[in-house]
């Protein structure tokens, strides 16, 4: 008989590589004051802005997923899963939008710090043709993920 293969799952192997940035990003102090309800106003607020600017990029992002999903997966439902996705969007940035407004955070006058700035180029560098819908769809899973 053969032996029962133990391979690790790929997705337990990815966390188990990067525990550290894993817990960093997911234990984040600002994450942590969230759920406890502390959270510094005006650091919610600089959050609200900068990630409104991220959601804005990530939509061109996410319909560059769906058109590579169509031309390029051999699972039907992908094209859902990423579907779905868009219409989260919508309803987050309407979510946004009462928020800003609720806290007197102006959205068109947002300037995105630099980190911002290169996460957002960077999501633009994979909405190019020559990155294959698997390398696409793994970020975007990593991004949904923490
Ligand atoms: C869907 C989605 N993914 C990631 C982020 C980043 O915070 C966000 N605001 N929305």
Redesign the pocket.
């Known amino acids: 008989m053969e032996g029962a293969k133990q391979e690790i799952p790929m997705i337990e192997k990815w966390l188990n590589q990067h525990r550290e940035l894993y817990t960093a990003a997911t234990r984040h102090p600002f994450t942590l004051s969230i759920r406890d309800g502390s959270v510094d106003l005006s650091a919610f607020k600089r959050w609200l802005g900068q990630?409104y600017i991220?959601?804005r990029a990530?939509v061109p992002f996410v319909a560059s997923l769906l058109l590579k999903s169509w031309k390029e997966s051999d699972d039907d439902s992908d094209i859902e899963v990423i579907l779905g996705?868009v219409a989260?969007?919508n309803d987050?940035i309407s979510w946004f939008k009462r928020e800003a407004s609720k806290w007197n955070v102006l959205l068109s006058s947002i300037v995105p710090q630099k980190a911002n700035l290169e996460y957002c180029r960077f999501l633009e560098s994979l909405m190019s043709p020559e990155v294959e819908y698997t390398v696409a769809v793994t970020a975007f899973w990593a991004?949904?993920v923490v």
Do not use: N
């Open positions: 990630d991220f959601v990530f996705g989260a969007l987050e991004i949904e």
